[in-house]
């Protein structure tokens, strides 16, 4: 099982970016659900939003809802996070793992190398 993420960039405040999670070696909506997390400087790592495998049902940590979405393709096997107004705070290098939604604090797999995301104020 191996996830790639992609779509990370420089932008200023109140910038846009789309992330993208690919995977190889299984079908997302067969079996598990898939969570975005971020780490930002010196902090640990934190889970921000997680898509349900089949009904595509969402859940967003309070830091991001309302400005962050997330959204499946499964015929591209791919996980998107539309990242809007972001702020100084969203910096921080974004993983995407294996998961359930119940309880997206538990991830299957190793982590992959993320994506960086620089928000300059």
């Not at 997390?37 to 790592?45: D, S």
């Amino acid at each position: 099982v191996q996830l790639v993420e992609s779509g990370g960039g420089s932008v200023q405040t109140g910038g846009s970016l789309r992330l993208s999670c690919t995977a190889s070696g299984f079908t997302f909506s067969h079996r598990y659900d898939i969570a975005w997390f971020r780490q930002a400087p010196g902090k640990e790592r934190e889970g921000i939003s997680c898509i349900g495998n089949g009904d595509h049902s969402a859940v967003y940590a309070a830091s991001v809802q309302g400005r962050f979405t997330i959204s499946s393709d499964d015929a591209k096997n791919t996980v998107y996070l539309y990242m809007n107004n972001l702020r100084p705070d969203d910096t921080g290098v974004y993983y995407c793992a294996p998961t359930f939604c119940r309880d997206y604090t538990k991830t299957f797999g190793s982590w992959g190398q993320g994506t960086q995301v620089t928000v300059s104020s």
